[in-house]
């Protein structure tokens, strides 16, 4: 018993297993160099072997003060010690995972700029190294060269190999290397005894130094006699290497005096990533303003660093930064975008757990930039950890006092509809697109949330899919913000295969016809494209009835395939919904699109904002800037529709002062008027408020007819005075009874004309002040206005100040229930509602019968009124 345990193999002890050894190293060191992997954990070692047996005892008594000096010395830039174990026949030292740097030199990258970042970073290490040892620990190397460095798992370089390692106060000889072929290594005044007086405690490792310059760029040295050739070193390095190099001693320099000379600006070690990755290591002590500046510019220099440097020592810094300092949202940029160097199981492990983290904070800007950058990191998250950890906080989003957060929050949709699960993306998703789509006060949302709706169709369920985007896409063609009605119109046309063919002929046409006058050309364009296209495929199905079935395959398949659609007629709305959002810009000074083609007069409120309106719009749409801008070149044809068509034109500028959809857009200064803001209220609150007949007469169409009725009598009536006019200037004959009848006639029904569709919009006006309810006009006041003195002129003057809506908005509006958070079928008056015809027929009786009451009142109040002369120039009642 006791025998066997004296007799045990001890590196059975050894917590270490050792795998395959090194090729090549060997050569030049009294060491086999092998991989090995940590017992339990597995973790990656390199472990050094020295054979006892078979050395002698010069080579075991280097062996043993080389593992001395690696216990005791520890640097950043010096081999890190792990363990070892001696016995009597091997000795094991374990240290960091290393490839010997004469090895190295194959796997450097070709790229000539990337090569020489890193490069310099290399030697920059060795330099350091050897600063640490000749001026901070008093000793010598006497070993620098290829095979004495090693680089670790990050690209660092590690100064190692230090069996030869003596104090610099000794006798300065250079000593004996083993094995032979580490002679080539030997600085000049080893064959020269006469040069050793001048040599100093640096001189012999700047000697090496010079030999690990040159063969960081032209490879492993052969003969001391290559070291002349200087062709590819930099240039801003040869004259330091030529010191180097020098055959006298005391005109090396110290490496202390290195580092100063080259890290000043052009120096060699002056670059981006010695900048980068020496603040790294210093960034425990640099203020919140220092580290947000180097985090802001990081991004754009990492294209230009080696990956195992991003992947092990850049991207390890950042997400400390993040999680135990105060990197703030600066650091997410290039966190991400190092991400994708690491394999899934590295990912799951290391950067998943910081995005559930930074999803839960409350700050906009961190949210904001992970909104942004949700493409970067989403294919890496498991469908649970989205819905049950992600999803809650982005949800937030929806309500967010902050325009940026909302319209980014809408744009994370596309990213996250795929892996989200019914309820979710069915539900919650769809009660928040509806609540936006209706009540938001940025057109630039409304419009991206029907962009959005158009791009995540495909994923949604096929009944909730067949029941809202109909209902969603004609709301969005009724908003008074043309970039809406133009992504309503490219939505219906970019999803026309879930559409049943008897909602496109009795819904969607219908809506889109609507659009055809349209006074913006950027919506009646895709408009007529898009009806083409409907009617084609309905004329389709009429010749071939059998087709139905094919057209409507998609409509209750639960995983449509978009990529059909682009290849038939609407294959130019899907590239336009499925490209770009809708850039919102609030900084530009252009002035809105009238709402309607005519030139109303509007109240000062309307034309320019108030201060308090400007302040409040400003401050929530200038944070919107940084939003891309798109819009459609919709005139062109089928073909010109490619990837970035969507930026082909200028949609206008996202100000809500100029926004006609936005409540602050006016103010409520317009004294005994009707007030434009309770008018754009009830024009975007109001959509499905039956009581906006959309198949009645637009009254400004009848007060134009009017007007051109009054113009044409007034000019007959003018032509038969005129003949008359000479005999009539000299006696002031009066008017004849009949021709003072026909006048007054003319006049009331002018006044009655214009005064009407006044008494309609009044009707409609909720709560109105009592100031305002002292001035509308009501039907009742008809009979007391032909004897007020308000001329024609003054009363068109009112009817301008009051701005009633135009033919488009009062045919755009209706039925649109911009109140409604849901998009049920039955909130949505469609145009072929059972009875329509007989409403049309209702209200043209009810138009008949006011003219008839109109012309028996104006009969029975000529029959009351005197019939005095009236005299010519005399003021019209």
Not at 558 to 570: D, E, F, L, R, V
Request: net charge neutral.
């Amino acid at each position: 018993m006791m025998w066997s345990f004296f007799s045990r193999d001890s590196t059975k002890d050894f917590p270490y297993d050792i795998g395959e050894p090194v090729s090549g190293f060997d050569n030049y060191s009294i060491w086999t160099l092998h991989k090995a992997k940590r017992k339990g954990t597995l973790e990656e070692v390199s472990v050094f072997v020295y054979d006892i047996r078979s050395g002698s005892d010069t080579k075991c008594e280097l062996a043993k003060a080389a593992l001395k000096r690696l216990k005791t010395l520890r640097h950043p830039s010096i081999l890190q010690y792990l363990d070892s174990l001696e016995t009597d026949k091997m000795l094991y030292v374990a240290t960091e995972a290393v490839d010997p740097l004469g090895t190295y030199f194959t796997k450097l990258a070709t790229d000539n700029v990337q090569k020489g970042l890193y490069l310099a970073w290399g030697i920059f290490q060795i330099t350091r190294a050897l600063s640490f040892l000749n001026n901070d620990g008093n000793l010598r190397h006497n070993n620098v060269s290829a095979w004495s460095v090693f680089v670790n798992a990050s690209g660092e370089w590690k100064l190692g190999s230090l069996e030869y390692v003596s104090a610099a106060d000794g006798n300065p000889m250079p000593p004996v290397k083993i094995p032979v072929t580490l002679e080539v290594y030997d600085s000049p005044e080893k064959n020269d005894q006469s040069k050793l007086k001048a040599a100093t405690k640096c001189s012999v490792d700047m000697w090496g130094l010079g030999c690990l310059v040159w063969e960081a760029f032209n490879g492993v040295l052969k003969q001391r006699s290559n070291l002349k050739d200087i062709d590819h070193i930099p240039k801003s390095l040869q004259s330091l290497y030529c010191e180097l190099v020098g055959a006298s001693p005391s005109n090396r320099p110290n490496p202390a005096d290195i580092i100063t000379r080259c890290r000043k600006p052009g120096g060699f070690f002056k670059n981006d990533l010695v900048d980068t990755l020496l603040f790294l290591e210093e960034i425990q002590i640099k203020d919140k303003a220092e580290k947000n500046r180097f985090f802001s510019g990081l991004t754009t220099h990492l294209d230009n660093f080696p990956d195992n440097v991003c992947k092990h020592k850049i991207l390890p810094q950042l997400i400390n930064s993040y999680e135990y300092g105060d990197a703030g949202s600066a650091v997410l940029a290039p966190m991400f975008k190092l991400g994708k160097l690491l394999d899934e199981v590295e990912y799951q492990k290391r950067i998943v757990p910081c995005v559930v983290k930074l999803f839960a904070s409350t700050d906009r800007v961190t949210r904001s930039r992970l909104l942004q950058q949700l493409d970067l990191f989403i294919a890496h998250l498991q469908p649970q950890v989205v819905n049950d950890q992600i999803f809650p906080q982005v949800a937030h989003g929806f309500l967010d006092t902050n325009a940026t957060i909302r319209e980014q929050t809408v744009k994370s949709i596309i990213h996250l509809a795929p892996k989200l699960n019914y309820n979710n993306l069915n539900v919650e998703v769809l009660r928040h697109f509806a609540r936006l789509q209706a009540r938001d006060d940025q057109g630039g949302i409304r419009t991206n949330t029907t962009v959005c709706l158009g791009k995540i169709a495909p994923h949604l369920h096929p009944q909730v899919r067949q029941r809202v985007l109909v209902s969603a896409f004609i709301r969005a063609m009724r908003d008074p913000f043309p970039p809406a009605r133009v992504a309503g119109v490219l939505a219906l046309a970019a999803t026309q295969q879930y559409f049943l063919l008897s909602e496109v002929a009795n819904r969607v046409l219908p809506s889109l016809c609507s659009l055809s006058v349209d006074p913006e050309k950027t919506v009646r364009d895709p408009a007529f494209k898009t009806i083409r296209g409907f009617l084609g495929k309905l004329e389709k199905v009429s010749e071939d009835p059998s087709l139905r079935e094919t057209m409507e395959a998609d409509v209750h398949t639960a995983t449509p395939s978009i990529g059909n659609a682009a290849a038939t007629w609407a294959g130019w709305a899907v590239t336009a919904v499925t490209a770009k959002f809708y850039r919102s810009q609030s900084d530009s000074s252009r002035p809105r699109p009238p709402l309607t083609g005519r030139n109303l007069s509007k109240p000062a409120s309307l034309e320019q904002p108030s201060s308090s309106s400007l302040s409040t719009t400003t401050s929530s749409v200038t944070s919107m800037t940084s939003l891309e801008h798109e819009s459609n070149e919709t005139s062109a044809s089928a073909s010109d529709y490619g990837n970035n068509d969507w930026d082909n034109e200028n949609w206008g500028e996202m100000d809500t002062s100029q926004d006609p959809s936005s409540p602050l857009a006016a103010s409520s200064n317009n004294g005994g008027a009707l007030v434009a803001p309770n008018a754009l209220i009830e024009v975007r609150d109001g959509w499905d408020n039956e009581e906006w007949g959309s198949l009645e007469e637009d009254p400004c169409e009848e007060e134009e007819q009017a007007e051109q009725e009054h113009q044409q009598q007034q000019l007959l009536a003018r032509q038969s005075i005129s003949s008359t006019t000479s005999s009539s200037q000299q006696q002031h004959r009066p008017l004849l009874p009949h021709q003072h009848t026909h006048q007054q006639q003319l006049q009331q029904h002018e006044l009655n004309e214009l005064i009407e569709p006044l008494a309609k919009l009044n009707s409609h006006v909720t709560s109105p002040s009592k100031s305002q309810q002292q001035n509308m006009l009501r039907p009742k006041e008809l009979p007391n206005l032909s004897s007020s003195n308000t001329s024609p002129t003054s009363a068109t003057a009112n009817c301008n100040n009051i701005s009633p809506p135009s033919s488009h908005l009062n045919n755009s509006t209706n039925n649109a229930n911009w109140n409604s958070d849901s998009w049920a079928d039955g909130e949505f008056e469609t145009l072929d509602e059972p009875g329509m015809g007989n409403k049309m027929d209702e209200a043209r009786r009810k138009r008949e019968e006011k003219k008839l009451q109109r012309q028996r009142e104006l009969e029975a109040r000529r029959a009351q009124r005197a019939t005095g002369p009236l005299k010519l120039g005399a003021k019209k009642l």
